[in-house]
């Protein structure tokens, strides 16, 4: 409604509910609503920013990066100003404005029921200066090292499509989900995201959602999906899954690739190789098989 003032309006303007909560209130309503245990909170006598920032990376989906302007903003108190409200500008709704016990059902259904627009993990992690662009060109200078494998199966089309969207978050990575685990646990430990950021919406994909420590780089519906990888590496990381039509079978393609800065990112490419032996394999082999299996339920 602002686009449509009859005049211009240049002042700060405050927009707040009946409630002032604390934090720690709000943490114990979404607790009760979600059906978790009251919460123990030990109130210190001090703050620190940047431990309580790594605590709050490690156990929680909140990247340490983030956490850390979060647990900043803790001794600024965000309390409407009534001298400064909106109302005189813009009336407030007719049923008025939802307060916190509502917003938190309201985001809660909205998870149940797979309606999630957008997720505070959708937003991008800044690109480093020596880090090509996904604009340049293939003379830029980049090595890329690959790990390719490949498998004919008479899996359907859509059934290995489906298999391949769904991947990761609550479903896995289809083997040696304790070496995904281990690997985002590390991650943690050095300031990335980890694991646990899930999934937007259990079955679909698009451009941009957040996948655990990976990101949608590119989708082609039905054939190809092509993720980026968001954990803090001496590189750049990518794995793609194909699908592509062969003699009335398919063949699917998995490809790893990864961009080593300098030497430190050579040796950790050959120094995580051979775990790709125990993990890309059993990848492969189990995400045919769902597509068999849902290909069989279908017949």
Excluded at 71 to 76: C, D, K, N, P
Excluded at 128 to 136: H, V
Aim: net charge positive.
């Amino acid at each position: 409604k602002a686009a449509s003032l009859p005049t211009p309006v240049g002042k700060i303007c405050d927009i707040g509910g009946k409630e002032v909560l604390s934090y720690a209130d709000m943490m114990q309503k979404f607790a009760k609503l979600s059906g978790l245990r009251k919460r123990w909170i030990i109130q210190v006598p001090v703050l620190s920013p940047k431990l309580s920032s790594l605590w709050i990376g490690f156990v929680t989906p909140v990247p340490t990066s983030l956490a850390r302007p979060l647990v900043e903003s803790l001794i600024s108190e965000v309390v409407a100003d009534p001298a400064k409200s909106i109302d005189p500008i813009i009336a407030p709704p007719p049923e008025g404005f939802i307060d916190v016990e509502g917003a938190i059902k309201l985001a809660l259904s909205r998870i149940a029921d797979r309606d999630v627009i957008t997720r505070w993990s959708d937003a991008a992690y800044p690109t480093a200066p020596w880090q090509k662009a996904q604009g340049d060109p293939d003379w830029a200078g980049e090595m890329v090292l690959r790990d390719r494998r490949e498998s004919k199966t008479d899996a359907t089309a859509s059934s290995l499509w489906q298999a391949i969207e769904s991947i990761g978050g609550e479903s896995g990575w289809y083997g040696a989900d304790w070496l995904w685990y281990l690997r985002g646990l590390l991650d943690r430990f050095v300031g990335g995201v980890g694991l646990r950021r899930g999934r937007r919406d259990p079955l679909t994909l698009r451009v941009g959602d957040s996948l655990d420590f990976w990101r949608v780089e590119e989708i082609e519906r039905g054939v190809r999906l092509k993720l980026y990888a968001e954990m803090v590496l001496p590189g750049k990381a990518w794995l793609e899954f194909t699908i592509i039509e062969s003699e009335g079978r398919r063949i699917v393609r998995q490809e790893a690739s990864f961009s080593p800065r300098g030497l430190g990112g050579q040796l950790y490419w050959y120094f995580v190789l051979p775990f790709h032996v125990f993990v890309f394999p059993t990848m492969l082999r189990n995400l045919i098989r769902k597509a068999n299996r849902t290909d069989y339920a279908n017949s």
